[in-house]
């Protein structure tokens, strides 16, 4: 009896083992669409998998379907927030505006698109993550990104000129992989 309770302790360990190992590769997802009335936000990435030195093709895709032939959106630099973070070395990098508040026209069925562009600033204690060297973020400035895989993140912040109401804060995320 001792001997199957053995068995059954050894087969429930494995089973453990193996769930906690396949959780740390993310599955990589190289479109995702959220909706948000009157709007849909969507984040692309051209492939699921790029190779080392190869520019990295992510853009953000705004949409708006409301009731008015145009609107305009007033927002900060952008209109969305990309956010960076190597999901394999944890390196988080953040999004900077550098422009103060504007205003962006819409027409009903454009989208509005923004190519990814990397933000980050050095590493200094206190922010999130692992901490990384100047020479990774020169070549993550450069769109070519080191091996790993990666997670970009668009958030929107905005909210229509004129109309007295909500900001639209929609989120969408794309994960991809650099190899060699």
């Known amino acids: 009896m001792k001997w199957l309770y053995s068995i059954l302790l050894l ?23 959220v909706k948000e009335a009157p709007f849909t936000l969507r ?8 190779q080392v030195g ?37 390196y988080q990098f953040g999004a900077a505006m550098n422009e103060p508040y504007i205003i962006t026209p819409m027409r009903k069925g454009e989208v509005l698109i923004e190519p990814y562009y990397f933000s980050g600033s050095s590493y200094h204690e206190g922010m999130e993550g692992n901490s990384y060297t100047e020479d990774v973020l020169e070549q993550m400035s450069t769109l070519a990104f080191p091996v790993g895989q990666y997670e970009i993140n668009g958030r929107t912040d905005f909210v229509i000129e004129g109309a007295q109401g909500e ?14």
């Open 167 to 180: 900001k639209y804060q929609l989120e969408a995320k794309v994960i991809f992989e650099v190899v060699e």
């Open 11 to 33: 087969i429930l360990l494995t089973a453990c083992g193996t769930e906690s190992m396949n959780r740390e590769k993310v599955e990589n997802v190289t479109t995702q669409e």
């Open 54 to 90: 190869e520019k990295i093709a992510v853009r953000a895709e705004l949409v708006y379907d409301g009731e008015e032939e145009a609107i305009q959106i007033g927002h900060g630099g952008s209109w969305i927030w990309l956010e960076t973070t190597n999901l394999t070395k944890d």
């Open 43 to 50: 984040l692309v990435s051209e492939k699921a998998q790029y």
